[in-house]
């Protein structure tokens, strides 16, 4: 049971931050060419890390379970970091106003260090496991997410379109991809007490229970939309009112 929440674990890093980094490398005026060639220098290096860390393994047999007592605090770091750099990332556009920075700004670096900190640490966790021992498993790890770096730095391009400067995007990504690292460490101190638990198979003896959860799940999807809307008009009928009080003043 244990097993398959590190594995869930391990498949939100990847996704997660890998969107993170694809994005935050998009605050940089780099080209396809040097993104690409930056994405697969850095997914390399994880790649020599994970045999290196096998290697390690063989010979520590204290790090799996140091690993085991230490992942929630590894996890809650990664968020805080997260947390830190999207603050960094809107101080320092409120400060200079410039849409673009340098590879060396808190969101590139922070989402590439806890993108690595993230893999390795659920690696050793996995690392009892046959399956992510092999070598065909460290490349199932490095391919999705050299993938999906390239896809949402391309895609980076496509969201500075959006009304909101970039850098506030990006800040706000990273501060929801920082809460729930925060809320999956609060959680994780009660993962290892599952493996001890045997379940027995989920049975639903009605359809109807089913029913009533999916038109709940429409009902709140459908809320969402109408408040959102509504946020929406309220705050273009402030832009309105504060044009035309300008407009005013200005005539007058």
Same mark, same amino acid.
């Given at each position: ?40 220098? &850095?997914?390399? =290096? ?9 290697? !390690?393994?063989? &010979? ?10 230490? +992942?929630?605090?590894?996890?809650? #770091? ?20 410039? /849409? $673009? ?11 590439? %260090?806890?993108? =690595?900190?993230? +893999? ?10 046959? +399956?992510?021992?092999?070598? /065909?498993?460290?490349? $199932?790890?490095?391919?999705?997410? *050299?993938?999906? !770096? ?12 959006? /009304?909101?400067? $970039?850098? *506030? %995007?990006?800040?706000? $990504? ?8 925060? +809320? ?28 009533? #959860? ?13 408040? @959102? ?6 705050? @273009?009928?402030? &832009? ?13």
């Amino acid at each position: 049971m244990s097993e398959i929440i590190w594995e869930f674990l391990i498949i939100s890093v990847i996704t997660l931050l890998a969107i993170n980094i694809g994005l935050a490398m998009g605050l940089s005026r780099i080209e396809k060419k040097k993104a690409l060639v930056i994405s697969i220098t &850095y997914c390399l =290096f994880i790649f020599l890390s994970l045999i290196l860390t096998c290697i !390690i393994l063989q &010979y520590v047999n204290l790090l799996y379970p140091l690993m085991s007592n230490y +992942i929630s605090i590894i996890m809650a #770091l990664i968020g805080f970091l997260l947390i830190i750099g999207a603050i960094l990332t809107i101080s320092g556009w409120k400060k200079n106003k410039k /849409e $673009y920075t340098n590879l060396k700004s808190p969101a590139i670096v922070f989402s590439f %260090v806890c993108c =690595f900190l993230g +893999i390795i640490s659920n690696f050793i966790l996995l690392s009892k496991s046959t +399956i992510f021992s092999s070598f /065909e498993a460290k490349l $199932y790890i490095l391919g999705p997410l *050299l993938i999906v !770096i390239i896809i949402f730095f391309l895609f980076s391009k496509f969201l500075r379109k959006a /009304e909101s400067p $970039y850098p *506030l %995007v990006i800040a706000n $990504y990273m501060t929801l991809n920082g809460l729930f690292f925060i +809320i999956a460490a609060i959680f994780i101190p009660n993962i290892n007490s599952l493996s001890n638990v045997q379940t027995n198979p989920l049975v639903i003896k009605s359809t109807s229970s089913l029913f009533f #959860l999916f038109i709940a799940g429409i009902g709140i999807l459908l809320l969402g939309v109408f408040l @959102h809307n509504r946020s929406m008009q309220d705050k @273009h009928e402030k &832009y309105n009112i504060a044009d035309s009080e300008d407009t005013i003043k200005e005539n007058q």
